[in-house]
C-alpha cells in the first residue's frame, strides 16, 4: 500500500477549522493523526479518476493539558501595624497595606475590637483612642473600589489600654509659709483629689491659684488633665506696740542735755523690731534716723537751739513689715539765759500802819528775798520791788554765787492799812528771769 504524504494545500481546510474553534473556546489544540484506513479499490472504469482528499479527523486534548488563563490575585490585608500598649482616651495611629494584580484603587477599614470600625479610606494609616481599659483585638480588611470586591479580615493584633494618667504639681507661696497634703504625685484619670493647705506658724492661708481658685484651705481636684496648684498664705502677724513713755516727757519745757528714749516692742514671740525717729523744729518732724534696733538715739545728736519748741516721733516696724506710728511729742529747749530763779519771798505777818506820832523812831518790818542760782558760774541780776499801793518801792544789784543762794532782806514801814499785794522781779542784762507775787495784811 502506497501512503500519499500531504501537502501544505492539503492542511488548509484544517487551519480554518481549528482557528474557528480557537476564537469561540477557552483552549485551542492541534494534533495530526494518521490518515483513515484506505478505501476499497474502485471499480475500474473506462478512464482513470482522481482519489478524493478527506478531511482530517480532530481529537479532543485532555482537560488536565489546557495551558491556564490567569486568574486574579487576592491578597489578604496586612496585621495592623502600630503600638501594642497605650491609655484610655490617648489617640493611636495604625496602618495596613494590601496588593492585588486586578485593576482598580484599593481601600482600607479597621476593626477596633470596642463594637467600632474606621470609615473605608484609600489611607492605608488611621487613628483611634480607647475610652475604656481593656485588651482589645483589631484587624484590617481592604477592599476593590471597582466591582467593590472586599478581601478577607487581616490576622488580629492585640493593644493593651491602661487607664490614662495625669501629673498634679503642688507648690505654696512664699516658700516656707506652709505645707500641702497629698504632695504632689501621678494619679488615675477622673481620680478626684482632696488637698488640704497648712500655715507654718506666724502665716495664715489666703487662697489657692492655678488649677484651683477657692479660699477655703481644703479644695478638690478633678484629674482630667495635668494639673498645677499654688496654695497661698500671708503673715499671721500683730504689729508692734505703740512707742511710749518718752523721755524728755511730752510737753516738758527748758530742756539742756538730754537723750531721746522711749518704750515699744512686739507682742509676738520672737519678733524683732527696728525704729524710724522723725525730729526737728515744725509739726510733722522729719525723718532724722532709720532702722534703729534699740529704743534710745544711739547716734550723735544734733543739738536743737537754745529756747526752742522740738517735735519728735517713733514709728515701730518688726521683722514681717508691719509697723505701728507712735504720737508726736514735744519739748523746749532751755533759753540762753541763766537759769536764775526767785526762791522764796517771806513778807512779815505782823506788819502795822505807822503810828501818827512815829516822828524820830519808826517801826519797821522785815521782808526776806531769795534768789537761787543754778550755773555753774556767778550771775549779776537785777531786781526790783513793787506794791500794789505804793508802786515800785525798792531795787538793787546782787551777785547770786554760781550753784548757790543770795537773799535780800529790806526792813519797811508802812502808811496804810488792810491788804497789799507785792511783787518782785528779777531781771538779766534787761531780760526778765523770774518774778513773785504775794499778799500781806497791814493792821491798823
Given amino acids: 500500500m502506497i501512503v500519499r504524504r500531504r501537502s501544505y494545500k492539503d492542511l488548509i481546510p484544517v487551519l480554518l477549522c481549528v482557528l474557528i474553534l480557537g476564537v469561540g473556546g477557552f483552549f485551542v489544540a492541534y494534533n495530526i493523526v494518521p490518515p483513515p484506513p484506505p478505501a476499497p479499490a474502485p471499480v475500474p472504469v473506462p478512464a482513470p479518476a482522481l482519489t478524493p482528499t478527506l478531511p482530517p479527523t480532530i481529537t479532543p486534548v485532555p482537560p ?63 487613628s483611634h483612642s480607647w475610652s475604656s481599659p481593656g485588651t482589645y483585638t483589631i484587624r484590617a480588611q481592604a477592599r476593590l473600589v471597582t466591582g467593590a470586591l472586599t478581601f478577607e479580615w487581616s490576622p488580629s493584633k492585640t493593644v493593651n489600654i491602661a487607664v490614662e494618667t495625669f501629673r498634679l504639681s503642688i507648690s505654696v507661696s512664699p516658700s516656707g509659709s506652709g505645707s500641702i497634703s497629698p504632695s504632689s504625685g501621678t494619679y488615675d484619670s477622673g481620680t478626684q483629689v482632696t488637698l488640704s493647705a497648712t500655715p507654718s506658724l506666724g502665716y495664715e492661708f489666703e487662697y489657692w491659684s492655678g488649677d484651683a481658685s477657692d479660699t477655703s484651705p481644703i479644695t478638690t481636684i478633678n484629674m482630667d488633665s495635668e494639673k498645677n496648684v499654688i496654695a497661698h498664705f500671708v503673715l499671721d502677724n500683730n504689729p508692734p506696740f505703740t512707742p511710749s513713755n ?38 510733722p518732724p522729719p525723718l532724722l534716723f532709720s532702722h534703729q534696733s534699740g529704743a534710745i538715739v544711739t547716734q550723735p545728736f544734733p543739738m536743737p537751739l537754745p529756747d526752742t519748741r522740738c517735735y519728735w516721733k517713733i514709728i515701730v516696724t518688726d521683722s514681717h513689715g ?40 519808826i517801826k519797821t518790818y522785815y521782808t526776806t528775798l531769795r534768789i537761787v542760782n543754778n550755773e555753774s558760774v556767778d550771775i549779776t541780776v537785777d531786781w526790783q520791788a513793787h506794791s500794789s499801793v505804793t508802786g515800785d518801792f525798792d531795787s538793787g544789784i546782787v551777785v547770786v554765787p554760781r550753784g548757790s543762794y543770795k537773799e535780800i532782806k529790806r526792813d519797811y514801814s508802812y502808811d496804810t492799812t488792810g491788804q497789799v499785794q507785792i511783787t518782785y522781779k528779777i531781771f538779766y542784762e534787761g531780760t526778765e528771769l523770774d518774778s513773785w507775787s504775794g499778799s500781806m495784811y497791814v493792821a491798823p
Avoid: C, H
Avoid at 89 to 109: H, I, K, M, P
Avoid at 327 to 339: K, M, R, V
Fill in 246 to 283: 518718752p523721755a524728755p516727757a511730752n510737753g516738758a519745757r527748758d530742756i539742756s542735755d538730754f537723750i531721746l528714749s522711749w518704750s515699744s516692742g512686739d507682742p509676738d514671740l520672737g519678733d524683732t523690731v527696728t525704729y524710724d525717729i522723725y525730729f526737728g523744729s515744725s509739726s
Fill in 322 to 361: 508691719a509697723s505701728t506710728e507712735g504720737p508726736i511729742w514735744d519739748f523746749t529747749t532751755e533759753s540762753a539765759l541763766p537759769d536764775v530763779r526767785i526762791q522764796s519771798v517771806i513778807l512779815p505777818s505782823d506788819a502795822k500802819k505807822r503810828g501818827e506820832y512815829e516822828i524820830w523812831v
Fill in 64 to 126: 488536565d493539558s489546557v495551558p491556564p488563563y490567569p486568574q486574579p490575585t487576592f491578597v489578604t490585608a496586612s496585621m495592623p501595624a502600630g503600638p501594642s500598649t497605650g491609655k484610655t482616651n490617648q489617640v493611636l495611629t495604625f496602618s495596613t497595606s494590601a496588593d492585588t494584580n486586578l485593576a482598580g484603587s484599593l481601600e482600607y477599614r479597621l476593626d477596633w475590637g470596642d463594637g467600632s470600625y474606621s470609615s473605608w479610606s484609600s489611607l492605608p494609616s488611621t
